[in-house]
């Protein structure tokens, strides 16, 4: 059986809780996804969003590297959350207050085609709450032309890395300014395309700025 993955570099920053994981997660809605494709290191940012005991990632069904993961290989998915810049006394012990998480595993796409549907509304919901309400349904066509995958979060199979505070003690006689720039991500009042001046700005985006007013970006 293979070891539980441990942080070595600075292991007082790591979290052991499920529910620091699924705070880290639920916190974005953007993801870097991970593997390797015929030797060579492959990376891309992605939208993901956590389902209970899973990762939900979609992409096209004719990206190559999705179609890599899909089949079985071996994959990492990562967040990160920069939430401040640490100024200490020099700039090598200046650092950064964040959160961080890593899930390993592997992408199941989910084929059945009211699931995929499912983890669909389930990934706009994330972004724009209730919006699937509000236009009309995806069609069988576009439901096609979407990769839809899922990595199981399994125990033993993630880290979790946390920094706060500010900057450390400085020496005696130092005279520089010590502190912390803290950092967010807001949503700001949404811009009407053209075509809809006018218009009411519908629920789901009002819900949308709301949760960024209210937790700076989750």
């Known amino acids: 059986m293979t070891a539980p993955r441990r942080i070595r570099r ?6 052991t809780e499920r529910a620091d994981l699924d705070a880290v997660l639920d916190a974005t809605l953007v993801a870097t ?38 089949a079985g290989a071996p994959a990492a998915v990562s967040v990160v959350h920069l939430d401040g810049v640490v100024v200490a006394h020099n700039t090598f012990d200046s650092s950064a207050n964040y959160r961080s998480a890593v899930v390993y595993g592997t992408l199941e796409p989910i084929v059945d085609p009211d699931e995929r549907r499912r983890a669909l509304e389930r990934v706009s919901d994330a972004v724009l709450p209730g919006r699937g309400e509000e236009v009309v349904p995806m069609t069988d066509k576009e439901l096609a032309a979407t990769q839809v995958m899922a990595m199981a979060i399994t125990d033993g199979e993630w880290l979790v890395k946390v920094r706060t505070g500010g900057p450390g003690a400085a020496p ?46 989750s």
């Open 33 to 70: 996804l991970s593997t390797v494709v015929d030797g060579a290191p492959w990376v891309v940012p992605m939208l993901a969003v956590r389902d209970g005991d899973r990762i939900l990632l979609h992409g096209s069904t004719g990206a190559g590297a999705l179609r890599h993961v899909a």
């Open 10 to 15: 600075l292991p007082e920053r790591s979290r």
């Open 172 to 217: 005696p006689g130092t005279t520089a300014w010590t502190g912390v720039v803290p950092l967010r991500v807001v949503a700001d009042e949404p811009v009407a395309d053209e075509r809809c001046q006018g218009e009411p700005v519908p629920a789901s985006v009002r819900e949308r700025v709301a949760r960024g007013a209210a937790a700076g970006g």
